[in-house]
C-alpha cells in the first residue's frame, strides 16, 4: 500500500496507513502505531484518552505517546513493535506461560479499577513485548472500542466495575485453545488442578481473582518489578 505522508499537528506526521513519527519534547522522532477515528464519540472517547494518559509507563498498558484532531477525524499514537498474542501462539499455551500473562492482566485490570474503566479481555485484545526471543511483558490494547463503551453504560447501571468472567474466558482459551468453556478429558489430564479451579469457580469480587493461588502462585522476581512500577504509574 502506498503512503502518503500527513502533518497532523507539531508532532505528528502520519504515512496514511497506520504508522507515523511522534515528535518528543527533545525533538526525538520516535516511530508510532497510529489509529485514526473518524467518529469522536467524544465523551467516552475523551475519557479513554484521559485513563492512557494518567497510565503512561504502565508495564502492562498499551503506552498512548500522543492524540489530536485533524479534519474530521482523530489520531492516537501509541507504541508500536508489539506482536498481536494470537500470531505468537495461534493454539493453546503453557500453563506457567498463561499464569504469566493472566497474572500481568489483573495487573493492568488492578491498575483501571480506580477510573471505572472496563476492558473485556479476550486473546485478541492483547499485544507482546519481546525481548530477543523472550516473551518480556503482555500488554493490555483494547481501549476506544465501541463494544467496550456499550458494556461500561450496561455495568454502571448494574452498579458493577469489571466484567471479571473474562478472565475465566480468557484464561480457558489460553490453557485450550477454544472457546467452549468445557473442559475435555484429556484438558482434566494436562491441566492442573489450581486451573482447573481458577477457570470453574465463577470467582465474583476481583479480590478472589487476585487471592486465587492460580494468581497470587506466580510472582516473579521480574513481575513484582514491574508491578511497583504500574503502582507508581498511578500516582
Known amino acids: 500500500m502506498r503512503k502518503e505522508w500527513s ?6 506526521r502520519y504515512d496514511g496507513v497506520g504508522g507515523g513519527v511522534y515528535t518528543d519534547d527533545d525533538g526525538i522522532e520516535i516511530p508510532v502505531a497510529i489509529r485514526k477515528f473518524e467518529n469522536n464519540r467524544a465523551e467516552n472517547f475523551d475519557r479513554d484518552v484521559s485513563v492512557l ?6 508495564p502492562y498498558i498499551i503506552h498512548m505517546y500522543h492524540e489530536c484532531v485533524s479534519g474530521d477525524a482523530r489520531f492516537v499514537a501509541f507504541e508500536t513493535e508489539l506482536v498481536d498474542l494470537k500470531a505468537l501462539f495461534p493454539g493453546k499455551i503453557s500453563e506457567l506461560l498463561v499464569q504469566k500473562i493472566v497474572y500481568q492482566m489483573m495487573a493492568a ?3 483501571l479499577e480506580k477510573y471505572e474503566k472496563t476492558i473485556f479481555i479476550k486473546p485478541e485484545n492483547i499485544l507482546v513485548k519481546m525481548d530477543g526471543q523472550e516473551y518480556d511483558r503482555f500488554i493490555l490494547a483494547d481501549f476506544f472500542s465501541t463494544q467496550n463503551f456499550q458494556k461500561e453504560a450496561e455495568l454502571m447501571y448494574m452498579n458493577k466495575r469489571h466484567d471479571l468472567s473474562s478472565i475465566s474466558t480468557l484464561t480457558f482459551s489460553l490453557l485450550t485453545g477454544r472457546e467452549d468453556n468445557k473442559f475435555t478429558q484429556n484438558d482434566r489430564e494436562v491441566l492442573s488442578h489450581s486451573a482447573r479451579d481458577f477457570v470453574t469457580q465463577n470467582l465474583k469480587s476481583f479480590k478472589l481473582f487476585c487471592d486465587h493461588p492460580f494468581v497470587s502462585s506466580y510472582k516473579p522476581i521480574h513481575d513484582m518489578v514491574e508491578q511497583n512500577k504500574a503502582q507508581r504509574a498511578e500516582i
Do not use: A
Not at 7 to 12: G, I
Open 109 to 111: 485490570l488492578k491498575s
Open 7 to 12: 502533518q497532523l499537528d507539531e508532532r505528528l
Open 53 to 58: 494518559k494518567n497510565l503512561r509507563g504502565h
